[in-house]
């Protein structure tokens, strides 16, 4: 089957899946001859308009793995912005060295739900948001190669679907059979350091005196969250994603919630070890 299009739509706090879904769209769309279509819902005003696709269409979907699922706050964006109508998809989600348990099942049926047709899946490990002894700089240029393989495979794959009447093939492929347990179950709980629950809910960031109002950490909220009268104040929910911490360019914004801190420190002593990327085709 020939591609017509090809997207790369993420939601990317700290641009970890980004970087994992526009590399495989760039190597597709370079072997295809087609430019990549990039659609970033990571702010609030790119999640106010519906996305229609068509049969045809390759979109490569990504999400980070949140509690061992797809970020809660993000899956009603999911579900209501992304029209398949027939188009090809791949869910990649990007994990930080714990697990992706459950998130890369949940947005394949969340894909497949809504009009498109899987055809591969995939997840990436990338550096914790919370730890630098995490998967340090991960995706790393061993990890950019398999995922460059993996493009390549893809690409294969859907050159050897034949033509025809159903959304453009003969058949229609069957999901790709990703890992993950159906129907999903709840969240993955997190843990302090004495192996007690860790609810870190209502923690928010903190901004120190080097911060020199320049209004970086408002504009990057994927929540819109951060007053825009005054940095310092979070008047919204946080997801604790971190966009704010990592875009300071005085590193004036940090969490010191001591629940959230003790689950850092569980994650640091029990997944040190680098996890490795999984893919499914
Ligand atoms: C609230 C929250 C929960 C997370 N939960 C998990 C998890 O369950 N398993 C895991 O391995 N990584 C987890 N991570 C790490 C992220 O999945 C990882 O750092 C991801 O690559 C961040 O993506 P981004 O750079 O696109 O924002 C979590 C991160 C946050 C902020």
Redesign the pocket.
Known sequence: MKLKGIAAVFF???????KAVVEIADVIAHREGIAVREIDFTLPRAREEVRKFEAGELVIFGT?????RI?NKILPAVQTLFEGNGALAVPVV????????NALIELRIELEQHGFHTVAGAAFV?????SNKLAAGRPDEKDLELIRRFAGDVAEKIKGLEEGPLDGMAEIPAPAAVKGIEPVPAY?RPLQEDGSPANFLKAKPKTSDSCNDCGICARVCPMGSISPEDYRTVTGIC????ACVKSCPVHAKFFDDPVMLSHTRMLEQHYERPAENKVFL
């Open positions: 990317s706090p700290t641009g970890n899946t980004r980070p793995v949140y509690a061992g970020p990007t994990f930080g060295n714990r697990s992706f348990d990338a550096e914790h948001v919370f993955y997801i604790k994603c971190q």
